[in-house]
């Protein structure tokens, strides 16, 4: 069955401090991966997605992300994080049925802190 | 920008009421879904929706939930006798037709949310 952990509950880090965030995957076959932000009282916005191809996606916001199939990951990345990225991380895998229906799956998300 | 829109914000119902929950997605998608995250944890899917019909739902969309496309441009979802623990935030999705090697990559576009609280 598919499935998707993120290790970490909570992350604080220092305004101009470089992130990452885990995500660990389970799924049988070539997995959809994506990242979405939650701010408080916000809904789900894209950061980005992995299909295919390159394994290094970038997103908006500066955001990145590596997609390791021998380590089952797809871990989120910045290289120096803004006061404005506190928020809530969501990353999700997704499975396409026959004519692009897609269903995510989402990890129980990490909420990320950011200390002037 | 195309977006995805839901109504109300927030609603506040006494157990067992009836509640409507209402999105407009996207237009030109073909793809809708309802997902649902109860205050602190994880975002879960409730039902998927496809050519007038319903395509995949979960375990928690019992005999209470419902949706339905009244006509070209509204999704609904029903709670018909709501419980305390339906309190949630429920979202609303839509997709275009993704495939794995088109443009077109299936991704989901979420509304804003609707928060319900069940008394």
């Known amino acids: 069955a598919q499935s998707v952990t993120q290790p970490d509950i909570h992350i604080t880090v220092s305004e101009g401090a470089s992130l990452e965030l885990r995500c660990n995957y389970s799924?049988?076959?070539?997995?959809?991966l994506f990242w979405y932000v939650q701010s408080p009282g916000q809904g789900l916005q894209l950061l980005l997605k992995y299909f295919s191809g390159d394994t290094l996606v970038q997103g908006i916001k500066g955001f990145e992300a590596e997609f390791k199939r021998s380590q089952s990951s797809f871990n989120l990345r910045k290289p120096s994080v803004h006061w404005s990225d506190a928020a809530e991380y969501f990353c999700a895998v997704g499975r396409f049925v026959s004519g692009g229906y897609n269903k995510l799956i989402f990890g129980a998300g990490t909420r990320l802190a950011v200390h002037p | 920008e195309p977006e995805v829109t839901q109504t109300p914000s927030h609603q506040v119902t006494q157990m067992g009421q009836e509640v409507i929950l209402r999105c407009v997605p996207i237009?030109?998608?073909?793809?809708f879904y309802w997902y649902r995250q109860i205050l602190g944890q994880k975002v879960e899917f409730l039902v998927s929706?496809?050519?007038?019909?319903?395509?995949?739902k979960s375990e928690i969309f019992d005999d209470q939930f419902s949706v339905e496309r009244p006509d070209g441009s509204n999704f609904t979802l029903k709670i018909r006798s709501t419980k305390l623990e339906d309190s949630a935030m429920y979202f609303c999705a839509s997709s275009d037709s993704g495939t794995t090697t088109s443009a077109n990559t299936g991704e989901l576009f979420f509304g804003e949310g609707s928060r319900l609280t069940v008394l």
């Open positions: 237009s030109n998608h073909l793809y």
């Open positions: 929706f496809y050519n007038n019909e319903i395509s995949e």
């Open positions: 799924y049988g076959a070539t997995p959809y």
